[in-house]
């Protein structure tokens, strides 16, 4: 699939296109990105990635069809502790949540938000459901599952294969506290 699509910060400044269909489209409900969301919603100027139950939904790109058009200077990342080995990149000229990027993985997580509601890409699993305390509210729309599964680890692993193993690195320039 050739198909690609721009996406902006909520001020337009800063937009990375994403190449070809996403690995997985997904919702996670874990405590960490909970919390993360959470904590970059208290930015100024910012919005919250959170669904009405909770979850932070997402498009799995491989790193290699994600790329960075304009105002890559506005990067920032944002942890949820020094040693955290998951990054959130934010825009920091709007102070827009982009995507999260776990410690060695091949993915980007690419927020849902930064679509536009008519072309939004449906999410096909909610992740990390066992983390809620109560998860009455969670809709079951689509499957929702405790962890993550053998097939969430496999189209993950599919996809490096095509990558041919490689890990393209993403560079950004500061840090945001939250």
């Known amino acids: 699939m050739n198909e690609t699509t721009t996406l902006a910060c909520a001020c337009g400044r800063t937009r990375l296109q994403a190449s070809g269909a996403p690995i997985l489209v997904s919702e996670c409900l874990c405590d960490s990105c ?30 290699d069809r994600i790329r960075i058009l304009a105002d890559a200077a506005q990067l920032a990342e944002f942890r949820l502790s020094p040693g955290a080995g998951s990054r959130r990149v934010v825009a920091t000229c709007c102070n827009t949540p982009l995507f999260l990027e776990m410690k060695g993985a091949h993915w980007l997580s690419v927020y849902s938000h930064l679509w536009p509601a008519a072309t939004r890409p449906k999410p096909q699993m909610r992740t990390m459901v066992g983390d809620l305390a109560d998860a ?25 294969v095509a990558m041919g193993f490689r890990n393209p690195k993403v560079e950004v320039g500061g840090k945001v506290d939250a």
């Open 136 to 160: 009455s509210r969670v809709p079951d729309d689509i499957p929702n599952l405790k962890t993550h599964t053998v097939r969430f680890y496999a189209k993950l692993l599919g996809a490096w």
């Open 34 to 63: 909970r919390e993360a969301a959470g904590r970059l919603a208290t930015l100024p100027g910012a919005h919250s990635l959170l669904t009405s139950y909770g979850a932070t939904p997402s498009a799995e790109y491989r790193k």
